[in-house]
């Protein structure tokens, strides 16, 4: 890989990172904005079904006050009496307006002080211009100033005189308005002596208790009916008062929502674990690829430079034929060493490649154990009595009969990396191998034993790592490159078996190579 790819993959992986975190922050406030969204959902469909029985409700108990009231109250009385049935609690009390004064019932005298006199102004100016704004004096505090009590317009009569007072034309319908929290609930009435009115104020809070416990019968909590702001109408449609459903309800089965949501939520943490843990193992195993690449650079160019210049070296001097006759042989002797030595190496690089794109010989010989084995081990004794190591080797005869399918090539080259390393490290001793071969299960085992110093505790578990050599190898020099027991271990898994290391001290080391028998 090219070192300009280091710092995209770096920007890359805080992108990574950044984004994992954000998403753990959406997913820990996911279920409380979830929540909040379904009360809310909740909350505006109980009080979209509530809203129809509840107006239903008001007309109801304005329908029972007006009828109270008939067509209008009694006209052309001293007295004006209470409406049979009298008045609701929410009914703050009738008045009646005539000819530019105001009647009230017995009982509702006092309804004439209780209330700003801006509303009696504008009882007669409503009257004729229904829905129309408010004649508010404290707009025009400059007219006003000084003002301390307000007279009501009267119109002047129109009927003639001694004619009695009656209402001409058809009823009017009922409309409300407000004043600073004051709701009046009225009607204008055509009579022979211009327009009059009647109606009733309203105590908003006491008919709001009538209309609640139906909100809450819908499951509602802490509704509340207020007057509106601006005077327009709101939600109940006969007056200008609104319902507000107060706090969230209660979603129900909440615990299986949550249950859900929570399930929701872990997954987003753990997609948010995972991808952070990826993040990571990729980096380590870029980070891997690129100390295994410059091992393997740092150890094939230091393994072909040795022979390279012993290459250049000899062949210049047997080439300037001053050499003496003796010295030709033995620098023949190492040149071939050399050779046998770098093909060696060539052949387990190219071996190790094919593993690892997943390439394998994909051949197969198959026969009596008794008769492949000993052919292979022949072959394999032969070449390493000319290299100086001493083998011997034992077969179970329990095996005579049994059948092998196997790659002989690969178990040689694998034997054969084994006796090299027994070889490399034989430390002065003349190096002798000894291969016993016995059957495990459905497996045959091959105990590879060597007479070598044995392997320090603390490489053992980097053993079977590509490219890697002990302190001891670097410092003494040993040739090779760190391959040869990564590449025999995958070369036995390749075909169906296994290389471990069964024991190693101070006398040796043995190795067990298990292969499958055939069938």
């Known amino acids: 890989m090219k070192k300009k790819l280091t710092p995209v993959l770096i920007i890359g992986a805080i992108l990574v990172i950044i984004a994992a975190v954000w998403q753990a922050r959406e997913a820990a406030t996911l279920e409380d904005t979830l929540l909040e969204i379904d009360r809310r959902t909740q909350t505006e469909r109980l009080l979209a079904l509530s809203l129809p029985e509840v107006q239903t409700q008001l007309q109801n108990l304005l329908q029972a006050e007006s009828d109270k009231m008939g067509r209008h109250l009694p006209f052309n009385t001293a007295n004006l009496p209470m409406p049979a049935g009298g008045k609701a609690d929410f009914n703050r009390g009738f008045f009646l307006y005539t000819e530019g004064k105001f009647q009230f019932p017995a009982g509702d005298e006092g309804l004439y002080n209780s209330v700003p006199p801006v509303i009696w102004r504008n009882v007669p100016h409503q009257a004729r211009y229904p829905h129309t704004s408010i004649d508010d004096p404290e707009a025009r505090q400059q007219e006003m100033q000084g003002v301390t009590t307000m007279k009501v317009s009267l119109a002047a009569p129109t009927r003639p005189e001694g004619e009695p007072l009656r209402a001409t034309g058809d009823m009017e319908p009922f409309f409300a308005w407000t004043y600073k929290g004051q709701l009046v609930y009225m009607r204008p009435i055509r009579t022979n002596g211009g327009i009059a009115a009647d109606g009733f104020l309203i105590d908003p809070t006491l008919l709001a208790a009538h209309l609640i416990p139906t909100l809450q019968k819908n499951g509602l909590q802490s509704p509340q009916i207020e007057l509106t702001a601006d005077g327009k109408y709101g939600n109940l449609g006969e007056l200008p008062l609104v319902v507000k459903p107060g706090k969230k309800v209660d979603l129900p089965n909440i615990d299986e929502r949550r249950a859900a949501l929570r399930g929701t939520i872990a997954s987003a943490w753990m997609i948010s674990i995972l991808t952070v843990i990826i993040l990571f193992g990729l980096l380590a195993f870029y980070a891997g690829v690129e100390r295994r690449r410059s091992d393997f650079v740092s150890a094939v160019t230091h393994e072909l430079r040795t022979p390279l210049t012993s290459f250049v070296l000899y062949t210049e001097m047997l080439k300037s034929g001053q050499l003496p006759e003796e010295k030709v042989k033995e620098y023949h002797e190492t040149l071939y060493n050399e050779s046998r030595r770098l093909g060696h190496l060539v052949e387990n690089v190219l071996a190790f490649a094919k593993l690892t794109r997943g390439k394998v010989r994909g051949r197969q010989d198959a026969g009596a154990c008794g008769k492949l084995l000993p052919e292979l081990f022949n072959k394999i004794k032969e070449r390493l009595n000319k290299d100086g190591v001493e083998m011997q080797y034992t077969l179970d005869s329990r095996l005579q009969l049994l059948s092998l399918r196997t790659d002989l090539l690969s178990v040689e080259q694998i034997l054969l990396n084994l006796a090299d390393n ?98």
Do not use: W
């Open 422 to 519: 027994a070889v490399k490290y034989a430390e002065n001793k003349k190096p002798s191998v000894h291969l016993n071969v016995l059957r495990a299960h459905r497996m045959l085992a091959i105990r590879f034993t060597d007479n070598g110093p044995g392997i320090p505790q603390e490489l053992q578990k980097d053993l079977f790592r590509p490219f890697s050599r002990s302190a001891k190898a670097e410092s003494g020099r040993k040739p090779g490159v760190g391959l040869g027991l990564a590449l025999s271990r995958d070369l036995a898994r390749s075909i169906g078996g296994e290389l471990a290391l069964e024991r190693c001290d101070a006398k040796g080391s043995t190795f067990v190579l298990t292969l499958p028998l055939g069938e």
